[in-house]
Antibody, heavy 123, light 112 residues
Framework: QVQLVQSGAEVKKPGTSVKVSCKASGYIFTIYFMHWVRQAPGQGLEWMGIINPNSGATSYAQQFQGRVAMTRDTSTSTVSMELSSLTSEDTAVYYC????????????????WGQGTLVTVSS | QSVLTQPPSVSGAPGQRVTISCTGSSSNIGAGYDVHWYQQLPGTAPKLLISGNSNRPSGVPDRFSGSKSGTSASLAITGLQAEDEADYYCQSYDSSLSGSWVFGGGTKLTVV
């Protein structure tokens, strides 16, 4: 079955960076775009960006431009998201979520989602 | 401030029908982009509930239905059950700025 398994929880100091990974299985990795979405404690969902696992091309939400980098490793079917210059406002659960259908046009839904990775930023 | 607007909370008794609205604008729902809905049970990742405005994935009970009209969409839940108590999010695409996927702020459903 299709599965996304994310790396474990992280505790980081302000000003540092964090890298979260997401290993995909059960489908052809390169034909489905992958998104990253975060959720601060008690808050809603916030889209961060998208990566094309085939080409490596990315598009980031404006509020994260210059601070986020999404990469992929096709040999291990893994995508990663690195967020730098962390502040306490980056404390959140970070999810990877696959595009719902394989398509040149990635404008569709998110399914499935990874289990989430809690990133805590604290001095 | 979310791009898509949802009521913060709704409630209903077991067996009743509730609806959750999702209001957008001319750069997202009104531009023809589809609306999708997710259910998030406490402490878990969101799960796809409705795709493409009104399509239920396999395994989603037919008590859940979605619709879209103009710049808004709605999720309806009939025959409310205790296990439906969760947060619900709508999602679409917005073509303003450089384009982005957008969510509603979420609606907490309480089964009273």
């Amino acid at each position: 079955q299709v599965q996304l398994v994310q790396s474990g929880a992280e505790v980081k100091k302000p000003g540092t960076s964090v890298k979260v990974s997401c290993k995909a299985s059960g489908y052809i990795f390169t034909i489905y775009f992958m998104h990253w979405v975060r959720q601060a404690p008690g808050q809603g969902l916030e889209w961060m960006g998208i990566i094309n696992p085939n080409s490596g091309a990315t598009s980031y939400a404006q509020q994260f431009q210059g601070r986020v980098a999404m990469t992929r490793d096709t040999s291990t079917s893994t995508v990663s998201m690195e967020l730098s210059s962390l502040t306490s406002e980056d404390t959140a659960v970070y999810y990877c979520a696959r595009a719902g259908i394989p398509a040149i046009n990635p404008i569709n839904w998110f399914d499935p989602w990874g289990q989430g990775t809690l990133v805590t930023v604290s001095s | 401030q979310s791009v898509l607007t949802q009521p913060p909370s709704v409630s209903g008794a077991p067996g009743q029908r509730v609806t959750i609205s999702c209001t957008g604008s001319s750069s997202n729902i009104g531009a023809g982009y589809d609306v999708h809905w997710y259910q998030q049970l406490p402490g878990t990742a969101p799960k796809l509930l409705i795709s493409g405005n009104s399509n239920r994935p396999s395994g989603v009970p037919d008590r859940f239905s979605g619709s879209k009209s103009g710049t808004s969409a709605s999720l309806a839940i009939t025959g409310l059950q205790a296990e439906d108590e969760a947060d619900y999010y709508c999602q679409s695409y917005d073509s303003s700025l450089s384009g982005s996927w957008v969510f509603g702020g979420g609606t907490k459903l309480t089964v009273v």
